[in-house]
C-alpha cells in the first residue's frame, strides 16, 4: 500500500487520484480538457466525517460535547480527511481504492474507503464510512471545483431543487426551508428525489452531476470556479440531522458525473 498518485484513463478521458494529498481528485481530463480547477486544495475533496461548517466547531453525541479545531473561525468546516495522507489498496487501468483511518481530533476510530471509477462517459465515487467500535455520527460528501471557463463562455448552472436552506449571517442553515433564490451562492439545496444539477459549457461540453441523496451545496462565489456538492446532510447536519455510523452499519453514498459533448 502507498499514497503516490495515481492515473486511471477510459476512452479519452483520464483522472488523477492523490491518496497523499487527503484522497482528493487532483484532475479530470476529458479529450485533453481539464474539468477541474488545479492546485493542492482545489481538485475535488472528499468531506467526512462531516461535511460544511459545524456551528463553533461542536456537536453532541448524546450528551457529550465533542470540539473540532476551529479550521474556519469560528466554525469548523469540510471534515478532516482531506487534511490526511490515504493509502491505496488496490488499483487498476480505470479504478482504485482507497482508504483512511479517522484519527484525531475525530474522537471515533473508524475507517473511510473511496472507489473512484473512472469509464468512457462518466466518473463515480463511492465512499463509506465503517466502525469496529463505538457508533458515531458523520456525514459524507464531496467538494469539486468545477472550472468556470473552459475557453469558451461561462458555465451555466442547470438544477430545480425543491428548496433552500435559509442561510444565516453565520452561513448555517437558520432551520427554515424557502423558495431557491438567484445566486450567487454559497448555499444547501433540498433535492428530495436525489441530487442531479447539470454544468453547462455552452458549445463545449455538458457535465451532470448525479446522486441519490437529497442534498447539495452549490458554491459559485468564486471567479475562477464552480462548486457542486452532493453529500448525505446539510451544513451543521451533525446536529441538527445525523447520520449514525454503527458496527453493523456502515453509512454509505455514491455520486456520479457523466458527460456529453452537445
Known amino acids: 500500500m502507498s499514497n503516490k498518485e495515481i492515473t486511471l484513463t477510459a476512452g479519452d478521458a483520464d483522472v488523477t487520484v492523490q491518496p497523499g494529498n487527503g484522497g482528493r481528485i487532483g484532475g479530470l481530463r476529458v479529450g485533453g480538457v481539464e474539468l477541474l480547477r488545479q ?5 475535488c475533496f472528499p468531506m467526512v466525517p462531516w461535511c460544511g461548517r459545524i456551528r463553533d466547531g461542536r456537536f453532541l453525541d448524546g450528551a457529550t460535547v465533542h470540539q473540532m479545531p476551529l479550521n474556519s473561525p469560528p466554525h469548523a ?3 478532516t480527511a482531506r487534511d490526511g495522507a490515504w493509502r491505496t489498496a488496490r488499483s487498476s487501468t480505470d479504478e482504485a481504492v482507497i482508504t483512511y483511518d479517522l484519527v484525531d481530533p475525530w474522537p ?4 473511510v474507503t473511496q472507489v473512484v471509477a473512472l469509464s468512457e462517459d462518466s466518473l463515480t465515487l463511492t465512499m463509506s464510512v465503517e466502525t469496529y467500535d463505538s457508533s458515531f455520527p458523520a456525514q459524507i460528501g464531496w467538494h469539486p471545483w468545477f472550472n468556470r471557463n473552459l ?3 461561462d458555465a451555466r448552472l442547470d438544477f430545480s431543487p425543491a428548496w433552500q436552506e435559509e442561510r444565516g449571517d453565520d452561513h448555517l442553515p437558520t432551520g427554515n426551508r424557502i423558495d431557491p433564490k438567484p445566486g450567487p451562492w454559497d448555499d444547501c ?5 436525489g441530487v442531479d444539477v447539470t454544468l453547462v459549457w455552452p458549445g463545449q461540453l455538458e457535465l451532470k452531476v448525479t446522486s441519490r441523496e437529497q442534498w447539495v ?3 459559485d462565489e468564486q471567479e ?3 462548486c457542486v456538492e452532493p453529500q448525505t446532510g446539510p451544513p451543521n447536519g451533525l446536529n441538527t440531522q445525523p447520520r449514525l455510523v454503527t458496527p453493523l452499519e456502515p453509512l454509505e453514498a455514491t455520486t456520479t458525473w457523466s458527460w456529453r459533448r452537445p
Open 217 to 219: 451545496v452549490v458554491y
Open 189 to 193: 439545496f433540498g433535492m428530495p428525489g
Open 77 to 79: 468546516i469540510h471534515g
Open 151 to 153: 475557453g469558451g463562455e
Open 224 to 226: 475562477a470556479a464552480v
Open 108 to 111: 471515533y476510530a473508524g475507517r
Open 39 to 43: 492546485g493542492d486544495r482545489f481538485g
